[in-house]
């Protein structure tokens, strides 16, 4: 499966944080392109970018929070080049052949290339958590890495398709909601914040992780080929069961092509079609944008118990900006 | 290229320090088989094992330098762990499907399954040295695994095969000397040895890992198939010239068989067992062992800025080993 974790253009707050910048010239410090072709591949990755939803969630929370710029910007920095390094890896993975619709490493290069060059955006990734000073936020750092691949493993080595909510809500805890809640709650562990404030954090970023992820899936099935950049309906083109199609099989349980797709078997591109036409048809999708809606409630009231302020109500606005932006 | 790594048996002590079997529970509760099929994986590839020297040097040299054991047992598994993780990504990256007699994950599995547990245990292994409670260690750490990684790409990348000492040694410098002075250089970190011990635990570490890739290397033109459980000349096979080949090939600069092998071109099968031939017959594998005592003189010369102890004594004996068992 392809996974698009980048944010949506409406998240793009209008005011660029100034330190939003300086996140950019550390990413860029961690590989010059001169010293190897490795370097020179990731270098490449990191400019491709991607909107910094998880570096601006790590500075806005850390200014809440009163953390000190210099190891917030290394956090901040930190959690972009994980986030690039697994995205190299699941590109490998999934064998996509393309991202932010430019063809992969995998594509381009090799399976080698992007295995290494993965690995590399690793140790660069740890070089950057590591220069906060904080042994604790190197640890979330490295338990949010354990999540992801375990999660994109047990979803390989599953024998069939993910058939409930339960699964599928693991499964988009792993992969995406991990990364937001490790954006959240790390800066926690760099400030004075109490154990309160630093869980409060933790469940606000991983709330709106949900509901982002959960709202791209909706994406695939509402948006049209002119606005996504490719058809509706991918993830199931994929084999992949979300949650506007989970919804669907709840109230349609003997569904045979759904069943197919479950088990692991191709399905006709017509029957397909016609599988996508009835979710979008039903109210599947407006019921999973509900679900959406309640995880960044969740995120709301997490966010209440945080001290007020300037960056709260930019949190708040990001949150919101996740189910709205489909309204 | 398939690369072993592994310590022959001469190597291992008869005297099995009784820590060593701690840093084994330590790997094993690391991935108890249960939780996720990751996880299972990654513990038969541990159970599967190797003769731990990078374990042993760690024990080894953290005693003469009275280190805590509980972080030193940490380092110990932590490095191993690496090891290990590095060995299953090499693997994907050269398509190997044998190591130690055994079909690897990526044969039996997937590459994506590769990828997945690899980097699961780098996950693991940042969890263990965290839990030295050292900065410094886990800086030096993500140091060394960025050499590798870098040193890998840099071959893959290269238009053409080693062809001088030069790269060959950049070459074995990052795929095995990197982390043996990792594994002497660590337990520094965590000791209150200055920095002159530092640097020398550092050089001894490096030193024999290098002389322990030379003559890993020239066991692959020394050894028949019955010993070495493969045929001679496995690397040539494999399009790489190691040290044997590269003084042969300043003696012979025009030599067409290497010619063809620099320039990543297919050779003949009987051209290659006579080039094989001509190779063990002159005095290069002689020349070869000579530089790997060189290093190991070099390596004995820094063990000697050391503390005088048991541990001393020991390591002493593992160097001297490295170039011995071929005598």
Known sequence: MTITLDTPPILIARRQPPQLE????????????????????????I??????????????????????????????????????????????????SLRRGVETLNARASAAASVLVGDFAFTRAA????????????????????????????????PRGIANREE???????????LFELSTGAPALLSQSGMEDAS?????????GMAFQIMDDVLDFTSDAAHLGKPSGQDLRQGILTLPAL??????PDDPSLRLLINRQRLPEADLVQLVDSIRQGNSIQQAIEVAQGFVNDGLSA?????????????????????DRHG
């Open 247 to 252: 919804i669907y099989l709840e109230a349609h």
């Open 303 to 323: 966010l209440d118990q945080l001290p007020d302020g300037l960056e709260r109500s930019e949190l708040e606005k990001i949150a919101r900006s996740v189910v």
């Open 127 to 158: 070089r950057l958590v590591l220069a906060t000073g904080s042994l604790s936020a190197v640890d979330m750092f490295t338990e949010a890495m354990a999540t992801i691949v375990n999660g994109e493993l047990t979803q390989i080595a599953r």
């Open 22 to 45: 300086q996140v950019e010239a550390l990413l860029a410090s961690q590989v010059d392109g001169t010293r190897s072709p490795l370097e020179a591949a990731l270098a490449q990755l």
């Open 200 to 208: 409060s954090a933790r469940r606000f970023g991983y709330a709106i």
């Open 168 to 178: 599928y809500f693991d499964w988009i805890g792993a992969k995406t909601a991990a």
């Open 47 to 96: 400019a491709a970018g991607g909107k910094r939803i998880r570096p601006r969630l790590v500075l806005l929370m850390g200014g809440l929070l009163a953390v000190d710029p210099a190891p917030l910007l290394y956090l901040a920095a930190a959690i972009e080049m994980l986030h690039t390094a697994t995205l190299v890896h699941d590109d490998l993975v999934d064998g996509a």
